[in-house]
Structure formats: structure tokens, C-alpha cells
């Protein structure tokens, strides 16, 4: 827990939002440019992530499902399913991620600064990890 805590607190220093605002400033004004509706650019990233919370629920079930199998097949297939699943996690993620910052940005409101960004970057970087050690494993 201690390395995604010091990526956490890295990553929302304020020259990281002033790094970050800048490099999304494009989109951002692209975004603005289509004049939105308020609800929509306030509640657009909690829709898509409520959109994603099944992936956060599938991986453990449908793994779990096959790995407790007593048919050596299917504990293959859930060797063969966990890294698929956990790539679609962290790509939505990843995704929802952006989605927020260019919410937040096209709000005028401050990134990283609310506990939901820790959490968030958070999650990204335990993804990662895990991401990274599956293929350490036989």
C-alpha cells in the first residue's frame, strides 16, 4: 500500500495538474466548443462509470467460478480468462479516468484535488501492479 500512496501523492502535486490541464487543453476546448448541457458534462462521468462497475464484479465472480472447478479445463480457462478480464478493467478505467478530468476541466473545477482523484489514481496504479505481475507468473 505504500507504493500506490507515494504514486498517489506524486501524481497530485500541483505542478502535475498544471502538467495535466495543459495536456488535455485541447480536448478540453474541443469539448467546450460543442456546448454541452450543463447535466451532461456533470453527470456524463458518473453514468460512465457506474458503466464500468460490472467489470469490477465480473473478474472475481467468473474467476472464482472456474479456479474452485473441480474440471482441470476450466481451471485453465480461468487462467486463460483473468488477464482478459483485468485488461478490460484497467482499459475502462483508464478511460473513465480521462473522462473525469475532462469533466472536471470543463467544469473549471481543480483536478486532483478531491479524494476521488487520490482514489482513482490510486486504483490506476494497483491495476498496474497487478496488470505487470501477472505475466511474472508461470
Known amino acids: 500500500m505504500i507504493i500506490p500512496s507515494l504514486l498517489s501523492a506524486i501524481a497530485c502535486d500541483k505542478s502535475s495538474a498544471g502538467a495535466v490541464s495543459s495536456a488535455f487543453g485541447p480536448f478540453v476546448e ?3 466548443s460543442w456546448n454541452l448541457p450543463y447535466w451532461l458534462v456533470h453527470w456524463g462521468h458518473p453514468a460512465n462509470m457506474l458503466c464500468s462497475l460490472p467489470w469490477v464484479a465480473m473478474d472475481p465472480i467468473l474467476v472464482s467460478i472456474y479456479v474452485f472447478a473441480d474440471n482441470v479445463a476450466e481451471k485453465a480457462y480461468a ?4 488477464p482478459k478480464l483485468l485488461g478490460g478493467m484497467f482499459f ?9 478530468i ?4 470543463t467544469s473549471d473545477k ?5 479524494p476521488h ?6 486504483r490506476l496504479a494497483l ?4 496488470t505487470i505481475s501477472l505475466f511474472s507468473f508461470q
Open 110 to 114: 481543480p483536478i486532483f484535488e478531491s
Open 30 to 32: 474541443l469539448v467546450n
Open 102 to 105: 475532462t469533466s472536471l476541466l
Open 92 to 100: 475502462f478505467f483508464a478511460l473513465g479516468e480521462n473522462d473525469g
Open 127 to 130: 491495476l498496474t501492479i497487478q
Open 117 to 122: 482523484a487520490v482514489t482513482a489514481i490510486t
Open 79 to 82: 487462467k486463460d480468462l483473468h
